[in-house]
């Protein structure tokens, strides 16, 4: 009788640890599932005042990010973040658009805006950008302008 | 209310006056009691009271002919104590004024024995209006008289909610440059307690209102000692340190339209890392769509997301170490804004932007920002309650918890208001009882307002009332086309002219009364005088009844009573003796007022005095909706920041209208109001006859009542013509109303976004009385495609860049003072059953 209490109770144990085990476990791997990173949005007006744009953002798979915050860029006449399309970002795609009537404009490549968002799993997502437009101070849109995005550097990584 | 200083922010609007001698000063009071045995004469007597014992039929700003101001308090300057203390001595002064505010017309008739007194006083305040309206002007003219303006340096006079004082400077000091009594009245306001006294050469101004009784009220224990002035906290014994440490609020009105911008900047005061957690109000037709997050000279634009959805990213950024801040809605007039990871001495800011429509409500447009969420009671069973505790409990659960100050409590959280008016009518005045504010700038139709610097505690609801009641005001269509060719429009639709031409039938009026804890003192005041005043208003054909409600609900009959003579001043003994206390079972109110046998031959008219302050709003507008029948619900918001959401959909729902009643508002004027608005039909039935406008909410479009026109706003494809057409009845007439539409403009953008609001709040509407699956859903993708906040969509910004060491930290609920007037221990308290 007693032999089989004590049986009991250590089966109740090893299953309750077990369980703690695999909440733990679980909460873990949702952890380590999901990261933060932002990605740079880089406009090259090439050699011209840059006085508008608008950029799609995107990831080729849906569902490897979500988007959880739209940042300003380092250039002053766009470090105010800039607006976003909110029926684009229902479907995941960040269509980003701003202007600046500041004197002095950036000409060479430049961070306009950057992209902060979370990563679902450990692959490295599959992003797409494009430039819609770009234009100068008065409106003229430029043919010949880049876009580009890079992985934004950690704060405090100067690598 | 503990705080004296707090009540700095007094209504700042004058009509008497005096000039203190040197040495010693003497205040120049209405109608006060001559020495402290008359005061406590009076002590059961509001100033509400006190003006209809007078005969005085309006409180407000109205000449009162030939009244005599004998009462003058001398104020001896104390020498070390920091502290005035007040006597009375019979005046030799005969001084009769009428006005508005300060700055505004402005009449006196007064000898006073000093030739430098009333007509120089006056003079200057008319120079400080003339001069206020000049960027830099000096403060101070050169012979060192300070140049009027209503904040200056001002303090509130306890027992005199309608006084204010405030501090000339010596000839020295303002030679010596301008804001020298300003800087040290702020510096000395920080100081707990906070004390005053008077430098040498300089001379305390009081200002009174004409017409007021200081006649000290029950509930202020101060106020016993009519006429003193106070400048120290005696109850306040330490300042809590908040998370929270300012707010500024930018707004920006074109006609009804305002675009606001609230800024919240908080800052960690804690040797650790936390999470700042703080509840606040917006104005409940508020179209929040911006959320921007600041960290040093970074800036983050937050998202809309599905509120599930942003609630898990918050969580998981807040567990891995990143700034992260969410932003939901828990009422359309509460949010709850959330920041983690601040580290020790951090400062993060939040921006959030709405857009809203302006009520327009006899004569004015009124600006409205609420800046407390008042303490709410919730039944049991409430599915979503709002929790009032008391500061430091924590919250173990998920419902949304509101921690409030105790008495003896303050923070530094402070609140700056700047609104920039451009009403594109000609502007007749710019008010506010609720607080004292600066006019900057000021021509025909544009003007900008502040708050007053020294009226900056974040305890009752900024209202601004924006006077056009001299201007043509006629309905309009605004119109805006986005790059998709959709169409958007709002209809202000006024009241035609020629219904005030008709009479009112008999009514049957029932009075339902608020009587809960959060009621008592000054709230339960304004409601009887408002009361009062009501049932000296019926007509002899009308009937009544009076219900009363707090943890039960009983009435002053069991049928409709005529409104005889001998029945009013029965229901007179009756409203004397309510008085408030227990909880707010509003339902059983709302029953008993809707339930009660009607009068057939009469229209039924309930009128609703309540603070609103209770948690489950939804139950109480789905029993408003399936018990209304033909009766309309005319509700007022009592106390100084009223639940507007619940009191703006009852008067909706119920084909009424809402009226406020502020701490400082006239009972008798608000009570005046209501009458002159049903004294005349209101135009009903009312239909849009011109085709392509699709989608116009509110559905159902609201009854037209004498001075309260109503917004509609819809969609539209194509052209529009000049002018669009409504039919509506007045009475048994079939009416039709052509209203002009003008052009589309890049201006009115704003449209798209508060028509989606709108049409929101309409679906939300229906959740009270249905539970159809696919209402929250359609509202969900409507608010995520307009990037608009709502009960299912909420905004969230994370910083991704940088990870905050360690744990997550501590999380802080910011605590708030109870709103103005109302009683921490009748409310907050947990031993307090309400």
Not at chain 2, 583 to 589: E, S, V, Y
Request: charged residues 20%; hydrophobic residues 40%.
């Amino acid at each position: 009788m007693m032999l089989r209490v004590l049986l009991t109770i250590v089966a109740m144990t090893v299953t309750a640890l077990l369980c703690g085990a695999g909440e733990r476990h679980e909460a873990r791997v949702a952890q380590e599932q999901v990261r933060f990173v932002a990605y740079d949005v880089i406009v090259d007006p090439v050699g011209r005042p840059l006085g508008a744009y608008q950029v799609d953002f995107a990831a080729a798979r849906p569902g490897d990010i979500t988007i959880v915050g739209i940042e300003g860029g380092e250039h002053p006449a766009f470090a105010q973040p800039p607006f976003y399309d909110p029926k684009a970002l229902m479907n995941e795609r960040a269509v980003l658009a701003a202007f600046s009537t500041d004197a002095a404009l950036p000409e060479g490549p430049t961070l306009v805006a950057r992209v902060h968002v979370r990563i679902t799993g450990d692959a490295v997502p599959d992003l797409t950008v494009a430039l819609t437009v770009a234009a100068g101070p008065g409106g003229d849109r430029f043919e010949t302008a880049t876009v580009t995005t890079r992985l934004a550097a950690p704060e405090g990584d100067d690598s | 209310m503990s705080n004296h200083w707090t009540q700095l922010r007094t209504v700042a609007v004058c009509v008497g006056l005096f000039v203190l001698a040197v040495g010693g000063a003497t205040l120049v009071l209405p109608s006060c009691g001559t020495s402290t045995q008359r005061s406590n004469q009076q002590t059961s007597a509001s100033p509400n009271e006190q003006l209809e014992r007078d005969g005085a039929e309006s409180p407000g700003w109205s000449a009162r002919s030939g009244s005599t101001f004998d009462n003058v308090i001398s104020v001896p300057k104390a020498e070390d104590s920091g502290q005035f203390e007040l006597g009375f001595q019979q005046s030799r002064e005969r001084l009769d004024f009428s006005g508005t505010t300060l700055g505004d017309e402005v009449e006196a008739d007064a000898e006073p024995e000093d030739d430098r007194g009333l007509p120089w006083m006056m003079e200057q305040m008319e120079l400080a209006q003339a001069r206020s309206n000049e960027a830099g002007t000096p403060l101070y003219d050169d012979d060192g008289n300070l140049l009027l303006r209503p904040s200056q340096s001002q303090m509130n006079v306890v027992g005199h909610p309608d006084a204010f004082a405030f501090v000339k400077p010596s000839r020295r000091q303002a030679l010596a440059g301008a804001h020298v009594v300003e800087e040290r009245l702020a510096r000395d306001q920080k100081k707990m307690p906070p004390t005053f006294e008077l430098a040498p050469g300089e001379e305390l101004w009081v200002i009174a209102k004409a017409g007021v009784a200081a006649t000290p009220s029950n509930d202020d224990p101060w106020a016993a000692r009519c006429g003193m002035l106070h400048t120290t906290l005696p109850d306040v014994t330490h300042v809590v340190p908040v998370p929270l440490e300012h707010t500024a609020v930018n707004a920006d009105i074109n006609g009804y339209i305002g675009a606001v911008n609230v800024k919240q900047k908080f800052h960690n005061p804690y040797s650790t890392k936390i999470e700042a957690t703080y509840v606040f109000p917006l104005p409940q037709n508020a179209a929040v769509n911006g959320f921007v997050m600041t960290i040093g000279d970074r800036t983050i634009r937050g998202v809309i997301r599905e509120r599930e959805e942003a609630e898990q990213i918050y969580a998981q950024a807040r567990a891995r170490g990143h700034v992260a801040s969410l932003l939901t809605q828990e009422r359309p007039n509460i949010f709850t804004q959330k920041v983690a990871n601040i580290e020790p001495q951090a400062r993060i800011d939040v921006d959030i932007t709405y857009f809203h429509t302006l009520p327009y409500r006899d004569g004015a447009y009124e600006f409205i920002f609420p800046m407390v969420v008042g303490p709410r009671f919730n039944p049991s069973a409430s599915p979503d309650p709002i929790i009032a505790s008391p500061n430091g409990t924590p919250n173990p659960t998920s419902a949304t918890q509101v921690n409030y100050l105790r008495p003896t409590e303050r923070s530094g959280h402070d609140i700056a208001i700047t609104v920039d008016v451009n009403a594109a009518m000609p502007i007749q005045s710019l008010t506010s009882r609720s607080h004292v504010i600066h006019l900057d700038h000021y021509s025909d139709d544009q003007a900008t307002v502040t708050l007053s610097p020294n009226d900056t505690i974040p305890n009752k609801d900024f209202v601004l009332r924006i006077d056009v009641a001299g201007a043509d005001v006629r309905s309009g269509l605004l119109t805006h086309m986005d790059e998709s060719g959709e169409g958007f429009f709002s209809l202000m639709l006024v009241p035609p002219s020629h219904q005030q031409a008709l009479q009112r039938q008999p009514l049957e009026l029932v009075f339902l009364l608020d009587c809960s804890g959060s009621m008592s003192g000054k709230p339960m005041e304004q409601s009887k005088a408002a009361m009062r005043r009501a049932l000296r208003s019926m007509n002899a054909e009308d009937t009544f009844q009076i219900i009363r409600f707090s943890a039960d609900a009983s009435a002053l009959g069991p049928a409709p009573i005529a409104a005889t003579p001998e029945n009013i001043a029965q229901a007179m003994d009756y409203v004397d003796r309510l008085s408030g206390g227990g909880g707010t079972m509003m339902l059983r109110g709302i029953e008993a007022a809707l339930d009660f046998p009607h009068d057939a031959e009469r229209m039924r008219f309930v009128v609703f005095m309540t603070d609103g302050f209770i948690g489950n709003d939804q139950q109480i507008l789905g029993a408003v909706h399936d018990k209304l029948g033909a009766a309309r619900i005319f509700s007022f918001g009592v106390g100084s920041s009223p639940n507007r959401f619940l009191l703006d959909r009852l008067a909706q729902l119920g084909n009424g209208a809402v009226a406020y009643l502020g701490l400082q508002d006239p009972a008798v004027d608000v009570m005046d109001a209501f009458f002159q608005r049903v004294a005349h039909p209101a135009l009903t039935d009312i239909a849009l006859a011109t085709n392509g406008l699709h989608e116009v909410y509110p559905r159902r479009i609201p009854d037209l009542f004498a001075g309260r026109p109503v917004i509609l706003t819809g969609r539209f494809q194509g052209e529009l013509p000049e002018s669009i057409t409504l039919s509506a009845r007045l009475g048994a007439e079939d009416v039709t109303m052509t209203v002009p539409v003008e052009q589309a403009g890049a201006t009115n953008d704003a449209l798209a976004t508060l028509w989606a609001r709108t049409k929101i709040a309409d679906l939300m509407n229906m959740l009270a009385w249905t539970d159809d699956p696919q209402l929250p859903e359609a509202v969900t993708q409507l608010a995520l495609g307009f990037d608009l906040m709502s009960k299912y969509t909420a905004f969230v910004a994370v910083d991704s860049l940088s990870v905050t060491e360690g744990d997550h930290g501590v999380s802080v609920v910011v605590p708030v003072p109870v709103p103005e007037g109302v009683r921490y221990e009748t409310t907050v308290s947990p031993q307090v059953s309400r």
